[in-house]
């Protein structure tokens, strides 16, 4: 299977082009505002690198959310144009789940894996994964001034752009912060949806496949 994976939930930008699992063409930048604009030229260099025509594509993967509005906005119009336009489906992926799959397997053991992202109004969008990978609940919007009540007891591992923010209420803990894994990363959004398809999971219709917003948006380029 030839898939396209996207990513722009978040600050960085993403895209990569994976064929039977192998990712042959890849690219990512971190540039906060510019996503519109940035996207699809990602896009067609991922496809360039990997040797192939939008024609070659079986299928679109793309991040949902949680993260900013416009971000998940504008990287789910791509992901649906494409997929309109070339007659292919689509899979959407969470996009804590791809940046938990960042954190290589020797950073959970005997941890629980907390992926974090940045959201405006004091709070982070979170999810816990159990040391396998598997989640421990749904994605949720915590405040910091409510992280460590959310948190799990017991070791933890925190990636992604919101662990700092969460850091200083987890000084008595036995927490390590992965400063390392900020931004998910369109291949592993692509290696997700692989894995599901394999397990039976279809792809769907590009208009099945809707945003996640934990809350609502008050301001142009707000976090959801």
């Not at 789940?97 to 992926?115: F, I």
């Not at 396998?132 to 749904?138: D, N, Q, R, T, V």
């Not at 752009?161 to 200083?168: F, K, R, T």
């Amino acid at each position: 299977m030839i898939l396209l994976a996207l990513d722009a939930a978040t600050a960085a930008c993403s895209t990569a082009v994976l064929v039977d699992g192998r990712v042959l063409g890849r690219r990512r930048v971190v540039l906060g505002q510019g996503h519109a604009e940035a996207l699809l030229p990602l896009v067609q260099a991922s496809l360039t690198a990997a040797g192939l025509g939008f024609a070659a594509l079986d299928a679109v993967a793309v991040t949902t959310g949680p993260g900013t509005f416009t971000g998940v906005r504008i990287g789910l119009a791509a992901a649906r144009a494409l997929a309109l336009a070339l007659a292919r489906p689509m899979l959407g992926v969470v996009t804590l789940d791809a940046l938990a799959a960042a954190a290589p397997p020797g950073a959970r053991a005997g941890r629980t894996l907390v992926a974090l992202i940045a959201a405006r109004r004091g709070g982070v969008y979170g999810r816990a994964y159990a040391a396998g990978g598997a989640p421990l609940g749904p994605p949720a919007v915590v405040a910091l001034a409510a992280i460590g009540a959310w948190l799990p007891a017991g070791p933890l591992v925190l990636v992604g752009d919101g662990a700092p923010l969460a850091a200083p209420a987890l000084l008595a803990r036995d927490a390590v912060v992965r400063t390392e894994i900020r931004y998910p990363d369109a291949a592993l959004v692509g290696a997700l949806a692989l894995a599901r398809i394999a397990a039976g999971e279809p792809p769907v219709a590009g208009t099945e496949v809707r945003p996640l917003y934990l809350r609502g948006v008050d301001t142009p380029g707000a976090s959801p």
